[in-house]
Structures are given as structure tokens and as C-alpha cells.
């Protein structure tokens, strides 16, 4: 199978979809931020292996209370998985911060900040 074939990107949108509901309503980890949601997932073909990127609103500290939240919740996340998904394998997850949307608002602030003063200077 290869790695982008369509049956990988629909087990990939699937185990998403049940990560993300777990995360938000089963966890009950305080370390774990209200605003937590999983950005992608990749799942390798073999379906031994799941890297999850996790977007975190919040401080730098609130991201790394999250991800440490989510490394000592890895054994259950992955119960829950099983139980909600029926994958031959249930694969060992490993949690990424991704700040790409972070780094997506500050460009717009930039771009409104530039597009402003160029406004501005033409009045």
C-alpha cells in the first residue's frame, strides 16, 4: 500500500475524527488545555505507528502542560481508539505541537499591520 493511497487518507481522516472526540469529551487530564484540537495524522501504512499534531491556544506553557498531558494519557487515548475504530492494528500514537495556525495569525496581523500603514499613508 502506498503511504498517500486513498485507503491511507481515509484511515487517517477516521482515527482524526475519534482522537479528536477523546481528547475533547474523555480526557480529564487538568493539564490538558479547553482549546486542544488535532490538526492531521499520520498513520503509517503499516498501521504500527500514528505521529498526531496537536494545535494548543494558549501560552508556551499551557502547549507543553498539554502535550505532557497527552504522553501520560497514550495508553487509554489508545483503549479508546481500539474500542471506537476497528483497525487490524491499533497503532502507538505519538503527540507533535503544531503552530501553524499560530503562525498563520500573526502573518495576517503582519499583513493587516502593513496593509494599514500603506492605507494610511495614501490619505
Do not use: W
Not at 501560552?59 to 505532557?68: C, G
Not at 504522553?71 to 500514537?93: C, F, H, M, V
Amino acid at each position: 500500500m502506498r503511504h498517500n493511497s486513498i485507503k491511507n487518507t481515509r484511515i487517517n481522516g477516521e482515527v482524526q475524527k475519534e482522537l479528536s472526540k477523546i481528547i475533547s469529551y474523555e480526557i480529564k487530564d487538568p493539564r490538558i488545555a479547553e482549546m486542544t484540537s488535532v490538526t492531521s495524522v499520520d498513520v503509517t501504512p503499516d498501521l504500527k505507528e500514528c505521529k498526531v499534531y496537536i494545535s494548543v491556544l494558549g501560552d508556551d506553557k499551557a502547549k507543553q502542560d498539554t502535550i505532557a498531558g497527552l504522553k501520560s494519557a497514550t495508553g487509554y487515548i489508545r483503549r479508546q481508539l481500539a474500542a471506537g475504530i476497528n483497525l487490524r492494528n491499533t497503532p502507538e500514537l505519538t503527540f507533535h505541537l503544531d503552530e501553524s495556525i499560530e503562525y498563520a495569525i500573526n502573518m495576517s496581523k503582519k499583513i493587516d499591520d502593513v496593509m494599514g500603514e500603506i492605507n494610511n499613508k495614501d490619505e
